[in-house]
């Protein structure tokens, strides 16, 4: 079974509904994070969460939120979904620690076009 | 603020051929430096990182890369590229301090041609 799991994989909704991407993890990780991937512009962070109670916004969080609702899920939400958030959205899971950075683990990803 | 660049989108190369995947960073405190690979519809692995000590790190499957402080680079290469190599590479950094948060580059696609 895959350790980081996405879903939907892929979604197509219209402008202006909400939509919620999910993320579910069992490599017993504290840090989870949302990016998305545009084409040419490789991976921007959205949200990052370091355990249940502390959540960060990334470069680009606006139109964009996000629930920890236990430590080994991590939703990401758009509340009114524009076609400019088309993209492929990768949650994120990587153990917590001081000093050097751990391997950050991806899910395989959900596609996401806004119509 | 830090950020990465990566100066070819798209590269080309024959198999069994050499090839380099350029990378430079800019930063203005020290910094961990990774490479990810993204295989066809699939999510990010990382290939190898640089931490501390040796400036050349070295992944399983054949590719390596050297950390030149002086000239603020990462490049990544590999002697001799296999079909399966084929894949999009991204090239990115963490600050000291920045609590291992990533900063990507745009990523560079490798395509492997028999």
């Known amino acids: 079974d895959a350790d980081v799991t996405q879903t939907p994989r892929n979604r197509i909704t219209k402008t202006g509904k909400r939509i919620m991407l999910e993320c579910s993890q069992t490599?017993?990780?504290?840090?989870m994070y949302w990016y998305r991937q545009d084409p040419g512009l490789g991976l921007r962070l959205i949200y990052y969460s370091f355990d249940v109670k502390d959540i960060n916004k990334g470069e680009i969080s606006d139109g964009y939120s996000v629930s920890r609702q236990a430590q080994a899920k991590f939703s990401l939400s758009l509340e009114s979904a524009i076609p400019n958030q088309t993209a492929l959205y990768f949650c994120?899971?990587?153990?917590?620690?001081?000093?050097?950075?751990?391997?950050?683990?991806f899910g395989p990803g959900t596609r996401l076009t806004v119509l | 603020a830090q950020s990465v660049t990566q100066l070819d989108s798209q590269v080309p190369v024959f198999e069994e051929a050499p090839v380099e995947l350029r990378c430079n960073y800019s930063s203005s405190v020290s910094v961990y430096l990774f490479w990810y690979v993204q295989y066809p519809n699939q999510g990010l692995q990382l290939l190898l990182k640089y931490l501390s000590g040796s400036t050349l790190v070295e992944s399983i499957n054949g590719f390596e890369a050297e950390f030149n402080k002086s000239q603020t680079s990462f490049h990544l290469r590999k002697p001799s590229v296999h079909i399966s190599d084929t894949a999009e590479y991204f090239c990115a950094v963490s600050e000291w301090g920045s609590q291992g948060n990533l900063i990507f580059g745009k990523g560079t696609k490798l395509s492997v041609k028999p």
């Open positions: 490599k017993g990780h504290d840090r």
């Open positions: 994120a899971t990587s153990d917590s620690g001081a000093g050097e950075p751990n391997e950050q683990f």
